[in-house]
């Protein structure tokens, strides 16, 4: 829905710095958010409401919705009171009092019941229905919004799981809790544990979880901007996954509740192009027979990196940017565009002035759509940073490479071989100079060993043996007499 005035929320955003995505997405709200499940679903419209410009209120509407759908009285909350900033005149701007506190008394109830019963569950000493009543306890606080209380609860049933397949559901929902408390390195922790069960054709379940653990782990390591690893885990993932219908409540590979098929190849598309070169991108991912499933999804992220591959940064570049809105508006995504759009462009720029020794920033300019002014700010931020090997003249204009000194590299060399030279001359005359001393220490295995009549050399060129040692007969060690 696109605004004629845009709200004041939106000017004090952008000026204490938060993002502000001004542009008209590509994605329909209503079906982009039809593929998630769960905590997910308002977590991604709420970011979109408070983000975009064009979508705020459909999407703070349908956050609203989906607030008062559950039961996390927080959520509700703070979906009223952005609303209540970007369309004070709007009736859904003030809150519902009443319905607040039926919300809370009902989370009350439903919140002792399940107390209540897991204690005569543990008084009953059976060790499934502690499971279960754990488990339900663990999915009402997460559904709630308490995140902290969920973890302790789902942690709770290890002690009462009585099979594998059981530590394997424990885990996969601590994976879900910690990827909404954002504790990235729990994440990898409890991803461990589960593919340390793969091994065995006794865990099925762990099999079956197969492609949400790659798309889990990869979705920390991309968290914590290690591009590369999350790169390698997402083009990886089990092709099972692509299949998935989201939209299916009793699909088991679907992931909806953290995120889907697009999503994989979406991170994982941007990840290899930020991190891989491009033999890698060919090898890798386009010709990866897990990732071509999810790549089919997302046709334009095939595209810009085929067009990286042949050297085309500029229209590789130019369908990135062509998105970047829809990223923005990505609850993971969002914290990680800046740098991944960083690495590819600066990559973009290495890759192009490979072959050249000067380059005027014009020709940049061009080969990157943008302006002489932008291109100049990159270039001295790539160099500063160490990443460009390069010189800019300010006077012509232009990127000049480095160029190596032929004659001093070659002196550098002789020096270097001369010095090592010299070290092996020294290290022989040293050696000759123990010999002709008799300071050589020869092995037991020389000498036919301690008890086969073998002797130590000594310094004067006699010897003993083992014998000599066990003899007493008052013989000394250095002359053997």
Known sequence: MSALREPSYFIKARRAGRVVVDEPPKLDLEAYIANYKGRTRFERLYLIGSTSSYLYLDALKAALAEAKRGGDVQQYEAAVAALSDLAPNDPDAAPDQDFVEKMRKQVKIDTDKMETELKLYKNNLIKESIRMGFDDLGQHYHRIGDLSKSQKAYSQMRDVCTTPSHVVLMNMKLINVSIDQRQWFAVQNHVSRVRGLLGSDKQPEAVRNKAKLSAANALSMMMQSDFKGAAQEFITADPRMARARPDDPNDEESYSEVLTPNDVAIYGGLCAIASMDRDELQRKVLESAEFRDYLELEPHIRRAISHFINGNYSACLSILDSYKPDYLLDIYLQSQVPKIYYEVRSKAIRQYFIPFSCVTFKALAQAFNTDEGTIEVELTQLIKAGDLEARLDLVDRKLLAK???????????????????????????????????????????????????????????????????????????????
Request: aromatic share 4%; net charge positive.
């Open 403 to 481: 160029q190596n000194n032929a004659r001093a590299e070659v002196l550098n060399k002789a020096l270097a071989e001369a010095k090592e030279y010299e070290r092996t001359l020294h290290l022989r005359l040293l050696r000759m100079a123990i010999l002709n001393a008799g300071l050589e220490v020869k092995s037991a295995k020389e000498k036919g060993g301690l008890g086969g009549g073998g002797g130590f050399g000594g310094q004067d060129g006699g010897g003993y043996n083992g014998a000599d040692l066990l003899s007493g007969d008052g013989r000394t060690l250095r002359s053997g007499r």
